[in-house]
């Protein structure tokens, strides 16, 4: 694992120093794939929205990854771990309240299966099959390998009482937490009901849109987390506002959000490049249905905004394929290409068809090269993923 940092956790090489420009992209303005369908794309389909637009202040990483070989890990390289569970209780699901059939069942749409979870007033734009669970899993394991193992970054201390995570997925961060924090009441908040029915006791699971009134009592929870979430919120100032309201005095709040944006820093990542093109076009179709792709550049002025103190922003270099010559960014790199691999069609399809109106032929035309393009290690490029620490004030301060 890359060497830790004992004040954050994370690999110094990688360590965020503030007021630090994030590493801009070699091309601020790049051009689209001449096989980037060209039929039915709305006007703004083809703009290049950048991460220099951005308004937030942007701290960055300040050391380039070393290159290496850009082969293929090796079994020797993955440690195996069994993920049979014969620690937990039967005696009931982890689920709050009973759901109805149609919310279980979910909406088919291109063929993927979105929530039905008030499906007519919330409109998630990545679908929640099997596919996407195995993709969530492995973006808590990549997130886990830059993390150098920590599940977070916030101080919480070694007994939280009460945990919220926002956006929970698959549930496989509360169940960890669960785990590690036997003290704490740890509960998932998601759109899907697609967590595992059997987890540790002090871990339970609710159905729910956290973009809605919260109903839980205010100062009452140590520690808040979202991660891989927010580019898909509406309204984050409000989520600010109620995290802080719901936060306990002293408690903390903490994102874990990628900037959906491809880097370099060597000059490698010249033209063609299908990857970036696919970038360009995916986060102009998150932002027609609501979202923001970059908005992880913009968390750290909210938090603040909302009031929250001791606000860091650690930036990390995640590496997309096996360019990198440590093993642990390989590695990182290998689940973050194979994450996008494997789930590229989920990824897009909402994006381009419902946002920029492609047919799905014409974006399964354009997804062969830009799944072509994730295996050129030639290429050295990498997504910033942000880590965002804040404290809600003592009474006191």
């Known amino acids: 694992m890359p060497t830790e940092d004992s004040s954050h956790g994370g690999s110094k090489e990688l360590e965020a120093t503030t007021n630090q420009a994030l590493p801009k992209s070699t091309t601020t303005s790049p051009p689209h794939s001449p096989r980037s369908p060209q039929e039915n794309p709305s006007p703004s389909a083809t703009a290049s929205p950048t991460v220099e637009a951005a308004s937030a202040p942007q701290a960055s990483s300040n050391s380039a990854i070393e290159v290496g070989d850009g082969l293929e890990p090796t079994e020797e390289d993955f440690e195996v771990e069994s993920d049979a569970d ?13 759901l109805s059939s149609s919310v279980r069942a979910g909406v088919i749409e291109n063929g993927l299966r979105y929530h039905g979870f008030r499906k007519d007033r919330t409109y998630y734009p990545f679908p929640n099959d099997e596919n996407e669970q195995n993709r969530d899993d492995m973006k808590h394991a990549m997130t886990g390998m830059m993390m150098g193992g920590k599940l977070h970054f916030a101080p919480i201390g070694d007994s939280p009482q ?94 874990q959000e ?8 060597d000059g490698s990542m010249t033209d063609p490049y299908p990857m970036r093109d696919f970038m360009d076009n995916l986060n102009v179709g998150i932002a027609k249905l609501g979202g923001d792709n970059l908005n992880a550049l913009k968390l750290a002025d909210e938090m603040r905004a909302a009031g929250f103190v001791d606000v860091q ?43 920029l109106g ?33 404290r809600k004030p003592l009474v006191s301060e």
């Open 258 to 265: 990628i900037v959906f944006y491809t880097f370099c820093d």
């Open 162 to 255: 009460s945990i919220l995570d926002l956006g929970t997925g698959s549930g496989i961060w509360a169940i960890e937490m669960g785990d590690k924090y036997p003290s704490a009441a740890v509960q998932g908040v998601d759109l899907s009901p697609i967590q595992p029915p059997f987890v540790p006791p002090n871990v339970k699971f609710m159905i729910d849109d956290i973009e809605d009134d919260w109903l839980y009592p205010e100062d009452h929870f140590d520690y808040i987390h979202c991660r891989h979430v927010t580019q898909t919120i509406k309204n984050r100032p409000r989520l600010m506002e109620q995290a802080f309201r719901h936060t306990k005095p002293g408690g903390y709040l903490e994102f």
């Open 358 to 390: 492609w047919s799905v032929e014409a974006l399964e035309v354009f997804l062969v090269d830009v799944r072509k393009s994730l295996y050129d290690s030639s290429k050295h490029v990498y997504f910033p993923l942000r880590i965002i620490t804040g």
């Open 313 to 355: 922003d650690i930036a990390l270099k995640l590496p997309l394929g096996v360019w990198p010559k440590n093993k642990e960014y390989k590695l990182a790199g290998l689940y973050w290409r194979e994450n996008i691999s494997e789930g590229i069609r989920n990824i897009a399809s909402r994006a381009f068809v419902s946002g």
């Open 86 to 98: 014969t620690g937990y209780g039967d005696d009931g699901s982890s689920f709050d309240a009973s």
